[in-house]
């Protein structure tokens, strides 16, 4: 099927492809469909709308309004009984009524009557057995565009008898009265598991479209056995593949970009019982202080057929100023995966050889490497540790701990040590090298010592590549209970031992059992469960 820009559906023949989309998302009527136009088609809708404008790389500049980043206080799960005794309610998955749910629905389809839309088939999952056919209808063109760019692309022959499994509606100009309609704000994301139905209100923020899905992925998946993931992961010339957590801020997306290894994705996957695989077509990459120097392949994958969001232009130009950030920190880009020139497409994998859970450790007491057993694996995966820095927040003068399970909690519908538990299993099973990563601070705490040098982290990661690690001693920290290599090319050997690198090893042993009392408190918090 060609796609094409196509009339109000009063002038559709019957059981067209572009009316059956309707069907799917229980729409009658709108006053203008546009169906699965291709990026050029899109980016000219964009333009003739004011939605966004050329920057001198080509990409579209856009802005997202209101909300420039997620906003977690306002995405429910609608609560009934599939997912009353499964979802992990709480602070993060709010509970929705499904009767206030269906009303919602009922206004916002109407809403949608009058309004000009794009409509889009895509698929979540790089994996067939286990993929997401979606149906997305969004107001404007540019976010058609990020959803193209962002899901893997269905190509013809899967058009013609295509048949979503799940629905989303992102409509930023509809805005929720919460008196009436049970949100907490005019904005709103609106998960339904049973009827597989998503829907986005009031904000313009694409990163709400991604994320949906990514949640609903994390509370089916489970039940097929695979284990959903909140990292990246890459490829090495002989097919061994690696998986990069880490929250932000931890060196995810620099550490997992290798020119020397295939990137299978930047940020969701799925590891099944055949191996590793993404669950997008694309990259969604933050570009605060973004050079081509320090982040080549990001840098050149921003052309045309890209986004960038919520950034500026350099005065009198149209190039991009990826300081600027006079709108937001959150500046970001989404391009289609095989923008990048190593991507591995399909976006596949065996079962890892290695995983990296990558923590900034602003107490500076964490080895900068270290090898975990299955067990503290699961531990650490649990905790999803980092730390904020001094000085970010009022009144904040030391090191404050962080914690996401599972290094993405604000995604999991299920219980943490659902996923938990897989995880350790799977390593078990295939018997995959786990390694805690400390890109944080050396010889003291943030202000007094330094931050881990980029190149020291690069060596020890190759050497775990290349396996040279398994050719040296270790010895177990004597707090965490960690296994620390004693030598690693290219790195000092006092780099390796925290304890080594501080002017007074009592302060280090005192800020040392400080940090194991946060995470032993922390884990008592899911045990006996764990």
């Known amino acids: 099927?060609?796609?094409?820009?196509?009339?109000?559906?009063?002038?559709?023949?019957?059981?067209?492809?572009?009316?059956?989309?309707?069907?799917?998302?229980?729409?009658?009527?709108?006053?203008e469909l546009n169906f699965q136009l291709p990026p050029a088609a899109l980016v000219e809708h964009a333009l003739r709308r004011n939605e966004g404008q050329l920057t001198d790389q080509g990409a579209l500049m856009?802005?997202?309004?209101?909300?420039?980043?997620?906003?977690?206080?306002?995405?429910?799960?609608?609560?009934?009984?599939?997912?009353?005794?499964?979802?992990?309610?709480?602070?993060?998955?709010?509970?929705?009524?499904?009767?206030?749910?269906?009303?919602l629905h009922r206004k916002m389809c109407h809403f949608l009557e009058y309004q000009k839309v794009y409509v889009r088939y895509a698929m979540a999952g790089a994996d067939p057995r286990y993929s997401l056919k979606?149906?997305?209808?969004?107001?404007?063109?540019?976010?058609?565009?990020?959803?193209?760019?962002?899901?893997?692309?269905?190509?013809?022959?899967?058009?013609?008898?295509?048949?979503?499994?799940?629905?989303?509606?992102?409509?930023?100009?509809?805005?929720?009265?919460?008196?009436?309609?049970?949100?907490?704000?005019a904005n709103f994301a609106i998960l339904n598991l049973s009827k597989r139905v998503v829907l986005i209100g009031g904000t313009g923020y694409a990163g709400e479209i991604k994320k949906s899905v990514f949640s609903a992925?994390?509370?089916?998946?489970?039940?097929?056995?695979?284990?959903?993931m909140h990292c990246s992961a890459n490829r090495g010339a002989e097919g061994d593949v690696?998986?990069?957590?880490?929250?932000?801020?931890?060196?995810?997306?620099?550490?997992?970009?290798?020119?020397?290894?295939?990137?299978?994705?930047?940020?969701?996957?799925?590891?099944?019982?055949e191996g590793v695989f993404n669950f997008e077509g694309g990259c969604y990459a933050k570009v605060i202080d973004l050079t081509r120097e320090r982040e080549p392949q990001i840098f050149d994958a921003i052309r045309y057929g890209s986004i960038v969001e919520n950034t500026c232009f350099k005065r009198n130009s149209h190039t991009v100023d990826y300081t600027n950030t006079s709108i937001t920190e959150n500046t970001r880009t989404s391009y289609p995966i095989d923008f990048i020139d190593n991507a591995v497409v399909p976006s596949v994998g065996s079962h890892p050889k290695a995983i990296f859970f990558l923590t900034c450790d602003a107490f500076g007491v964490l080895p900068p490497i270290s090898r975990l057993t299955p067990e503290q694996a699961m531990d650490y995966f649990v905790m999803g540790y980092t730390a904020k820095v001094a000085g970010t927040e009022m009144g904040v003068s030391e090191p404050q701990a962080t914690f996401s399970a599972c290094f993405g909690a604000a995604f999991m519908p299920l219980h943490p040590t659902v996923y938990a538990r897989m995880l350790g299993d799977k390593i078990r099973e295939h018997q995959t090298s786990v390694w805690l990563i400390n890109t944080g601070w050396t010889g003291g705490s943030y202000g007094v010592g330094e931050r881990m040098k980029l190149g020291y982290t690069r060596a020890m990661i190759r050497a775990v590549f290349n396996h040279t690690l398994n050719e040296v001693t270790f010895e177990k920290h004597p707090v965490f209970g960690v296994q620390m290599p004693t030598s690693c090319p290219g790195v000092p050997e006092t780099v390796l031992n925290p304890r080594q690198t501080w002017a007074d090893p009592a302060a280090y042993d005192a800020k040392a059992e400080h940090l194991n009392s946060l995470f032993a408190s922390k884990l008592a918090s899911y045990s006996p469960a764990l």
């Not at 930047?266 to 019982?273: M, T």
């Open 1 to 31: 099927m060609v796609a094409q820009e196509i009339q109000p559906t009063s002038a559709f023949a019957l059981d067209t492809p572009d009316e059956k989309a309707l069907l799917f998302l229980k729409i009658s009527d709108v006053k």
């Open 62 to 103: 856009c802005s997202t309004g209101q909300f420039t980043g997620r906003s977690p206080k306002d995405r429910y799960i609608v609560k009934d009984e599939l997912t009353e005794s499964r979802v992990d309610w709480g602070a993060v998955n709010i509970p929705f009524d499904a009767g206030q749910f269906d009303r």
């Open 134 to 185: 979606l149906c997305i209808l969004t107001t404007s063109a540019w976010q058609n565009l990020f959803c193209a760019n962002m899901f893997l692309r269905p190509t013809e022959d899967e058009l013609d008898d295509f048949e979503p499994d799940f629905t989303i509606l992102a409509v930023p100009e509809f805005l929720a009265h919460p008196a009436e309609d049970g949100t907490r704000n």
């Open 242 to 273: 690696a998986i990069f957590f880490g929250l932000s801020g931890t060196g995810k997306t620099t550490l997992s970009a290798d020119p020397e290894r295939g990137l299978i994705g930047d940020d969701e996957h799925g590891w099944s019982d």
């Open 217 to 228: 992925l994390n509370f089916l998946l489970p039940a097929q056995g695979v284990l959903p």
